[in-house]
C-alpha cells in the first residue's frame, strides 16, 4: 500500500511526542483517586497570597499551547490526514480506508481540528498506532 502523505511521518511523530508530554504533564497533576479534587488551605489563604504554583502550571500549559499552535497551523488537507491516522490508530478505520478516512475527516470537520485531537486522552498512542498501521 502506497501512501503520499501531505505531512510527513516524522512530523506526525513529533506531533505525537509532544501530545504524550502533555498527556505526561496532565497526568502527573492528579494523584490517584483524587482527579480534579481541589484543596484550600484556610491558615495559608488567611496569611496572604501566594503565588509560586502558577509558574510552574504556565510551563505545563507551554507544550499544551505549543501542540495547540502546530496542529492550527495545519492546512485542511494535513488535518484531515492526521485525524484519519488518529481513527486508525484508534481502530475505527483499516489502513487499507486511509483515503476513505481522508475524505471523512474534510466531511466532518466542523470545528479547530487542534481541539478535536487535544480532547483525546490517548492521542499519542493513536497517532502511533495508525503509523505504525500504515507502515510509515
Known sequence: MDINLTLSADTIRLLAQ????VASSLGDSFEDGHEGDVEFDADSLEEGHNHDGLAEEENDDLSDEELRELIEDLNVDESAELVAITWIGRGDFDAED???????????????????????????????????????
Open 18 to 21: 509532544k501530545a504524550r508530554a
Open 98 to 136: 486511509f483515503d476513505q478516512a481522508v475524505e471523512e475527516a474534510r466531511e466532518r470537520a466542523v470545528g479547530p481540528t487542534a481541539k478535536y485531537l487535544l480532547g483525546m486522552p490517548m492521542l499519542a498512542d493513536y497517532l502511533e498506532a495508525g503509523l505504525d498501521s500504515l507502515d510509515l
